[in-house]
């Protein structure tokens, strides 16, 4: 199965900008659609979002959208989170998984093979 590896989060003001990777192990990463999603304290975890296997399409929760920017490099085996504008209610723990086939692209039931995550912090 393949790993994944989390990095790029950290404490930023709010407005500011952070742009979080995701290093998968193996070329297998080439074959999944992949997602990323958050969970902050004492919160339900919140899908953030989606990008299809060639990176030709993306979908986005409605608290993101037209401030993050999902993004793939198949070759290099990376996913990437451009986030801009930040708000303190981005702070969480982010992580990117694996989208299964066959699940809707914001349906935890598919997502797989997380990491350990990496914390977002924005201050107001």
């Known amino acids: 199965q393949v790993q994944l590896v989390e990095s790029g989060g950290g404490l930023v003001q709010a407005g500011g900008s952070l742009r979080l990777s995701c290093a998968a192990s193996?070329?297998?990463?080439?074959?999944?659609?992949m997602v990323w999603f958050r969970q902050a304290p004492g919160k339900e975890r919140e899908f953030v979002a989606h990008i299809t296997i060639p990176g030709d399409s993306t979908e986005y929760a409605n608290s993101v959208k037209g401030r993050f920017t999902i993004s793939r490099d198949n070759d290099k085996k990376m996913l990437y989170l451009q986030m801009n504008s930040l708000k303190p209610e981005d702070t969480a723990v982010y992580y990117c998984?694996?989208?299964?086939?066959?699940?809707?692209?914001?349906?935890?039931?598919?997502?797989?093979?997380w990491g350990q995550g990496t914390q977002v912090t924005v201050s107001s």
């Open positions: 998984a694996v989208r299964e086939v066959g699940f809707y692209y914001s349906d935890f039931a598919g997502f797989r093979y």
């Open positions: 193996d070329r297998t990463f080439g074959s999944y659609a």
